[in-house]
């Protein structure tokens, strides 16, 4: 194991992190949806198991959104952007999203609201 890789590994990481909280305006939303979502959740005090849940599908989100827009670079560079077929391709990588993203909001309604009534 080499400990100067593990921590240039570590240092790409967090600059491909700090790249999609900069450049991409979805992942901003959706980094703050969830920390409020995790906000609503504390403070209704929901089960471990319903806030491991929440986790997961925030994670899940975040992870599709940050797939979402390495794809969609990747396509930038072998085909020009107004191509027709790199429209379909990113109007299906969003697609890919937002089928997750109403997934846990539906997620979340079942969770939370036994705690609103």
Not at 8 to 19: E, M, N, P
Not at 88 to 100: F, P, S
Not at 105 to 112: D, L, M, P, R
């Amino acid at each position: 194991m080499n400990i100067k890789r593990l921590i240039q590994s570590f240092k790409d990481a967090t600059r491909g992190l700090l790249y999609v909280l900069k450049h991409e305006q979805n992942f901003r939303i959706q980094v703050a949806i969830g920390v409020s979502v995790l906000a609503v959740a504390w403070y209704t005090k929901v089960t471990k198991s319903e806030y491991i849940v929440l986790l997961m599908m925030i994670i899940f989100v975040l992870l599709l959104e940050i797939l979402n827009s390495v794809l969609e670079k990747f396509i930038d560079l072998l085909r020009p952007r107004l191509h027709h077929q790199v429209a379909i391709v990113k109007d299906i990588l969003a697609a890919m999203v937002l089928c997750a993203a109403l997934g846990a909001v539906v997620i979340g309604i079942i969770i939370f609201l036994p705690y609103v009534y």
